[in-house]
T-cell receptor
Framework: GAGVSQSPSNKVTEKGKDVELRCDPI?????LYWYRQRLGQGLEFLIY????????KSGLPSDRFSAERTGESVSTLTIQRTQQEDSAVYLC??????????????FGSGTRLTVV | GDSVTQMEGPVTLSEEAFLTINCTYT??????LFWYVQYPGEGLQLLLK?????DKGSNKGFEATYRKETTSFHLEKGSVQVSDSAVYFC??????????FGKGTRLSVIA
C-alpha cells in the first residue's frame, strides 16, 4: 500500500480482556517495528521483525505481550489480560531494510488503546 | 548502548521567533541521525536526516547539522509558524538496529 496502515485506530477494552492490533506495512518493506507511546511520553521500542523473524523480544513489557508477522506482510500485536497501564498509542513502522539509514521509517497513525 | 537526549519541553514561542531544539547522542560507530515530527492526532513523519558528519538535513525551513565533534544534531528554524506546533523527536540509527528515539519536545507556537 501507499502507507503503513494500522487498525483499529481506536480501541476501548475492559481490563482483563485480550486485544489484537494490526499493522499493514508498505509493500516491499522487509522490516517492521512496534513502538508504544504513553500519554506525554516518548517512544518505547517493543519489537521488530526482519521478514517474519523477530530476533529480539526483550523490549516486550511482559509475557502478556506477543507479536507475529506473516512473511513480509501483516503483523499483529496481541496483548492478553489487558491492564490499565497498557493504555497507550501503539505505533507501527516499516522500512526497506533493517536499520534503513537512507530513508528512515514510515510510521502508521497508530492505535489508541484505552483499558477501562 | 545507543541513546538520544533532547531538551525538555514544552517550548512555547511566538510566531516568527527563532527555534532551536537541542539533541545530543551517544552511539558506537557512525550513526545516521533523524528528526521526526508528530502533529496532533497523527503518526510520526520523517522531517529531515543526515547520514554522515557535517551533513546538513533540511526540510520545510527546518535544518539540522550532524556535528560529530559535539555529538549533536540540533534542530533549527529561523521563523516558526503556528502550523509548526507539534512534538519533535530526535533519533539515531547505527548499524542494523531499530531507531533509538529521544523523549520528544513539544513545541507550541502562538500567534
Amino acid at each position: 500500500g501507499a502507507g503503513v496502515s494500522q487498525s483499529p485506530s481506536n480501541k476501548v477494552t475492559e481490563k482483563g480482556k485480550d486485544v489484537e492490533l494490526r499493522c499493514d506495512p508498505i509493500s516491499g518493506h522487509t522490516a517492521l517495528y512496534w513502538y508504544r507511546q504513553r500519554l506525554g511520553q516518548g517512544l518505547e521500542f517493543l519489537i521488530y521483525f526482519q521478514g517474519n523473524s523477530a530476533p529480539d523480544k526483550s523490549g516486550l513489557p511482559s509475557d502478556r505481550f506477543s507479536a507475529e508477522r506473516t512473511g513480509e506482510s501483516v503483523s499483529t500485536l496481541t496483548i492478553q489480560r489487558t491492564q490499565q497501564e497498557d493504555s497507550a498509542v501503539y505505533l507501527c513502522a516499516s522500512s526497506l531494510g533493517l536499520g534503513d539509514r537512507v530513508y528512515g521509517y514510515t510510521f502508521g497513525s497508530g492505535t489508541r488503546l484505552t483499558v477501562v | 548502548g545507543d541513546s538520544v537526549t533532547q531538551m525538555e519541553g514544552p517550548v512555547t514561542l511566538s510566531e516568527e521567533a527563532f527555534l532551536t531544539i537541542n539533541c545530543t547522542y551517544t552511539a558506537t560507530g557512525y550513526p545516521s541521525l533523524f528528526w521526526y515530527v508528530q502533529y496532533p492526532g497523527e503518526g510520526l513523519q520523517l522531517l529531515l536526516k543526515a547520514t554522515k558528519a557535517d551533513d546538513k538535513g533540511s526540510n520545510k525551513g527546518f535544518e539540522a547539522t550532524y556535528r560529530k565533534e559535539t555529538t549533536s544534531f540540533h534542530l533549527e528554524k529561523g521563523s516558526v509558524q503556528v502550523s509548526d506546533s507539534a512534538v519533535y523527536f530526535c533519533a539515531l540509527n547505527s548499524g542494523n538496529t531499530p531507531l533509538v528515539f529521544g523523549k520528544g519536545t513539544r513545541l507550541s507556537v502562538i500567534a
